[in-house]
Each structure stands twice: as C-alpha cells, then as structure tokens.
C-alpha cells in the first residue's frame, strides 16, 4: 500500500457527511451512521434488495443480496453483536500507485471481538482477480486501523433455518419475561426435550409454550445443537 493515508466518507445518524481519515473514525459513529450507499432498484437485476428488521437495532437494515440477508440473520442471533451498520463508509485510498474506493458491506460493535467489518461475497466472486484485490486491500486498511475484517461467503443451511425458526419469538413483548423464566426453570439438567418443557408450561397453564421456548432460545438463555434441525424432540439446556 503506498503512503497515502486512507480516507472514511460516511453520514451520521442525523445524515451529515463527515470525511476523516480512517485512523480518526470513530467506529460507535460509523455503527450507528446511515446507509453511504443505497442498493439499486432496477428490473431485473440478479440480486434481491431489501430492509430487514433487527432485533438487534430494533429498526430496519438495508440488503443488498439473499446472502447478505442470511448474514444479518446470523448477526441478529449473535449475542456478542450489539449494533449492525449497513453500507456504512465509503473508503478511499492508495493501494501501490492505484486509487482504490470501496464500500464494505457491513460494520459491527461486537461485545467479544470488538469493531468488525464484514464484505459478504459469493464464492465464485472471490475467484475473480479484481474482487480478490479490492478485497485484499480493504482488509489491509481496516486491520491497520486496529479493527476486525472478515470476507463472509455462507451460511450452514441448517443454522440459518433453525435460526429463522428461533426468530419468530425475536420482537420484544411477543412473549412475558414471567413465561421465558419458566421455561428456563422447568428444563431439568441436563436437558429436557422441546415437547416435555411444553408439556410443563401447559400444566402451569402458561399460553402459547411453544413460542415461549423459543425466545428463550433467541436470547440465549436456554440452548441447543443449532446443527441440528430444531423439532419437538430436540434437547435443551439452561444456559
């Protein structure tokens, strides 16, 4: 990389632009910053655009692709992910002799990793020389500055859909905190199945046991083997 010093272009949450260099940003501005760049609408176009609510924000993330969604998803079930910024900063700099911009796809306030930046890319686009070099460079610049980068390319298939069960229960008020300590009580070490903790639930006449369950699990405070498809015999455990 030359000796230019890489630039951050982003907007604020109240939507002012601020240009600084990337060793100056303030990662807590970025993460709550709005969208550098809006994903195209036109028809069609291969990819499927859209906004997607986080539990996690409680407020809406914009998409660019299907594999974005299933990386938000992933996010929003993450406990140690805190704050989700989509399209956060334009970033701008030299990379040996050549002018490089960029727009990362998403930065994340992680309790147990810190500051993330994360590109989403289709395996058969990092076989591409071009993709690999702008991703290469962005993930120079962002380590530089002290903060995580990852080039995220799936997600197990399983995970995902146990995950999208799981978030039925996700919006707060859905289900009483009073229900979600139940559960959590009547699952005996080292574990109980789905349908047993339901059956104690509904001696306990507490309404809608199944939905009850799974807040639980969305907020980590029952467990359980998220390889696994998720039915009524799976087992889970207090955290």
């Not at 910053?33 to 195209?40: A, D, G, Q, V, Y």
């Amino acid at each position: 990389m030359g000796s230019e010093a890489p630039e951050v272009l982003f907007f604020t949450a109240d939507g002012g632009e601020v240009q600084v260099p990337l060793c100056d940003a303030d990662a807590v501005a970025l993460a709550w910053s709005m969208p550098k760049r809006i994903p195209p609408y036109y028809r069609g176009q291969r990819n499927y655009p859209g906004l997607f609510w986080s539990s996690t924000n409680l407020g809406h993330i914009v998409y660019e692709s299907l594999l974005e969604l299933a990386w938000l998803w992933l996010a929003d079930f993450d406990p140690h992910v805190t704050r989700i910024a989509a399209q956060p900063m334009l970033l701008i700099g030299d990379d040996n002799g050549r002018a490089r911009t960029r727009y990362p796809d998403f930065l994340c306030l992680d309790s147990a990793e810190g500051v993330r930046v994360v590109d989403v890319k289709a395996p058969a686009l990092l076989e591409k020389r071009g993709a690999k070099e702008a991703l290469a460079w962005t993930g120079s610049v962002i380590r530089d500055r002290g903060w995580g980068y990852e080039v995220w390319v799936e997600a197990p298939q399983v995970t995902l859909r146990n995950v999208r069960l799981l978030a039925a229960a996700r919006r707060p008020g859905m289900v009483r905190d009073v229900d979600i300590e139940a559960a959590v009580q009547l699952c005996q070490a080292p574990g109980s199945t789905i349908a047993e903790i339901e059956q104690r639930l509904a001696r306990q006449s507490v309404q809608g046991a199944r939905l009850v369950i799974l807040a639980a699990l969305w907020i980590g405070l029952l467990k359980c083997n998220m390889a696994e498809p998720i039915d009524a015999a799976t087992v889970v455990a207090a955290s």
